[in-house]
């Protein structure tokens, strides 16, 4: 089955970046939408991003519009979640997610419609 590994996470001050990498392993990932997914001590789990499988089409939740950037390479099988301008409310553990979908998507969609998902990695964004 599909297997997604995240790497990129760590210690970061404010205002700083961060790159986030979630490499698939399986299949070919052309076929599937991504979505970036966090969740912070005490809140729900939230949608980040999401980009469609030829990444023809990217969402952004209002938090991180203008700061975040999805990208992927399809060739690499792999996506990339670009964090810029990181305020502390960013610090969470972030999850890549996969949805076999071919095609642009309008929304991300909820966590419950990815059917794979990552182990997670820590950003912690402090000074």
């Known amino acids: 089955q599909l297997q997604l590994v995240e790497s990129g996470g760590g210690l970061v001050q404010p205002g700083g970046s961060l790159r986030l990498s979630c490499v698939a392993s399986g299949v070919t990932l052309i076929l599937y939408a991504i979505g970036w997914f966090r969740q912070a001590p005490g809140k729900e789990r939230e949608g980040v991003s999401c980009i469609s499988s030829g990444g023809s089409s990217t969402n952004y939740a209002d938090s991180v519009k203008g700061r975040f950037t999805i990208s992927r390479d399809n060739t690499k099988n792999t996506v990339y979640l670009q964090m810029n301008s990181l305020k502390p409310e960013d610090t969470a553990i972030y999850y890549c997610?996969?949805?076999?979908?071919?095609?642009?998507?309008?929304?991300?969609?909820?966590?419950?419609?990815?059917?794979?998902w990552g182990q997670g990695t820590q950003v912690t964004v402090s000074s």
């Open positions: 997610a996969a949805r076999r979908r071919i095609g642009r998507i309008r929304t991300c969609g909820s966590s419950e419609e990815y059917d794979y």
